[in-house]
């Protein structure tokens, strides 16, 4: 069965950094395009950063752009965002998230085009 299991948050101060990391199993992961996704307290999923099957286009969201990298390892079935200049408003629980087609070339942005989350792990940027 799919698998998705986040790992990497914790607290960070303001301008600081974190690296999140997604473990994949249950499903030719090289097939896929990945994203990652956030939800804060008391607001819905926002698509953050996505990136093709192959590694080779990566996207964005406004509010991440030029702070946060996102990359994948195919021989390791792992996907992984890197985030910097770390703001308060970037705290919230993150996922990532496989795309429910396998499709070449293409990153969904809306969240309904995903069809299995991992549990989330926790973020939280506060001095």
């Known amino acids: 069965q799919v698998q998705l299991v986040e790992s990497g948050g914790g607290l960070a101060q303001p301008g600081g950094s974190l690296s999140l990391s997604c473990a994949a199993s249950?499903?030719?992961?090289?097939?896929?395009?990945m994203s990652w996704a956030r939800q804060a307290p008391g607001k819905g999923l926002e698509w953050v950063s996505g990136?093709?099957?192959?590694?080779?286009?990566?996207y964005y969201a406004d509010s991440v752009k030029g702070r946060f990298t996102i990359s994948r390892d195919n021989a390791k079935n792992t996907l992984y965002l890197q985030m910097n200049s770390l703001k308060p408003e970037d705290s919230a629980l993150y996922y990532c998230?496989?795309?429910?087609?396998?499709?070449?070339?293409?990153?969904?942005?809306?969240?309904?085009?995903?069809?299995?989350w991992g549990q989330g792990t926790q973020v939280t940027v506060s001095s």
């Open positions: 998230a496989k795309d429910k087609r396998s499709r070449p070339n293409t990153i969904p942005t809306h969240i309904t085009e995903y069809d299995y």
């Open positions: 249950g499903f030719t992961f090289s097939n896929y395009a």
């Open positions: 990136i093709y099957s192959d590694g080779s286009a990566t």
